[in-house]
């Protein structure tokens, strides 16, 4: 990622005839911020952006970008409408992401491609999980996600088949599994959850209260440092009893 990018400053009120460069010139959707000459950086000052004023359903984000939020930021994808896709390296600080049909996917189909979430939370996605990572490299820092229909945390490989490598440091992640609570996928929602021969590593994490397997890694490379791990609350235990535990692997 080049250094010497251009910095835009978003805001709910803003106007996308500002020229966006200034806190006191904000523009008012992610298309119009994206669309900036060399931008680099895009700086979401506080409040809600919502799905439908502020960027539109499925919007890609196909270059390399920094996203951070200033005082509280929400990025609100509304009931279970397609969310925000990104497929470029990503840093992102800050952001609190909602609802939606997964509340963010993240799609790096190079090995060179890498995403880093500082401080950032993913909740209540209607209908699937909270953050979505398919291949790349990914750090995790200081996040939370809760409340999201299935998994918190969910990591998966791209399509080309390029595995994701992800490390989780400081982050917790509860009540995941709030949709379809009976049969095979109501009892399968996770806290984290890494699959397709990725690799994963997770320090000082603490997972607990969802419906399904709280850790679950299947066909992958998993360690696991000095986290705490809570009850599932898996209700079907007779016919998934696999499922009713801490870690499932």
């Not at 990622?1 to 835009?8: E, K, L, M, Q, R």
């Not at 840093?91 to 963010?104: M, R, S």
């Not at 397709?196 to 603490?206: M, P, Q």
Request: charged share 15%; net charge negative; hydrophobic share 30%.
């Amino acid at each position: 990622t080049s250094v010497n990018g251009v910095t835009v400053f978003l805001s709910p009120d803003g106007l996308d005839t500002n020229d966006g460069l200034t806190v006191a010139t904000p523009k008012k959707t992610l298309s119009s911020a994206l669309s900036v000459s060399n931008v680099l950086t895009i700086i979401f000052l506080e409040g809600t952006y919502s799905l439908g004023t502020h960027f539109s359903s499925g919007q890609q984000i196909n270059q390399d970008i920094n996203i951070i939020g200033i005082g509280n930021v929400v990025i609100d994808n509304v009931s279970n409408q397609t969310p925000i896709r990104t497929y470029r390296s990503l840093y992102c600080e800050n952001i609190h992401f909602k609802h939606g049909a997964n509340t963010l996917v993240v799609e790096l189909s190079s090995n060179d491609y890498e995403a880093c979430f500082y401080h950032c939370t993913f909740s209540e996605s209607n209908t699937n999980n909270g953050l979505a990572v398919l291949g790349g490299t990914c750090y995790v820092v200081e996040c939370t996600a809760y409340g999201n229909a299935y998994d918190g945390f969910n990591y998966h490989k791209v399509s080309d088949g390029i595995s994701n490598k992800c490390i989780e440091i400081d982050c917790v992640s509860y009540g995941n599994g709030t949709y379809n609570l009976s049969g095979a996928d109501g009892q399968s929602s996770n806290a984290s959850t890494s699959h397709d021969n990725s690799k994963i590593v997770r320090v000082n994490g603490e997972y607990y209260a969802c419906h399904g397997g709280v850790i679950a890694d299947k066909e992958c490379d998993s360690a696991n440092y000095g986290c705490k791990v809570g009850v599932s609350t898996v209700t079907d235990s007779a016919n998934y009893p696999d499922r009713m535990s801490n870690f499932w692997c």
